[in-house]
């Protein structure tokens, strides 16, 4: 899912609802909005759920990047991710 996208999503959201989200609760925000869209579309009726956590009020930096046009929708590779995990420190029990 791309992350300007999500971010739109976010703020659309926040115009009508009043609630800033915080980027983790954004992408359910987009994918309930998505799916709204297609029932709208469909005259199909649903009910959608979706989960909302925190605010994104710690997350002004990334509103901030995507109002400067600053996003960008980079997708790891598995390299990138791999460098990433190698990093996490290794304790006792969490030897894996």
Known sequence: MERTAVFEAAERFARVEGI?????????????????????????EKTIVFGLAGTGYFDMVAYEKL???????????????????????RFPGNMQ
């Open 20 to 44: 800033l989200p915080a980027p983790e609760s954004s992408h359910a925000i987009k994918v309930a909005i998505d799916e709204a869209l297609k029932c709208k579309e469909t005259g199909e």
């Open 67 to 89: 109002h400067n046009k600053e996003m960008t929708d980079y997708i790891p590779s598995d390299e990138d991710l791999k460098k990433g995990f190698d990093g996490i420190p």
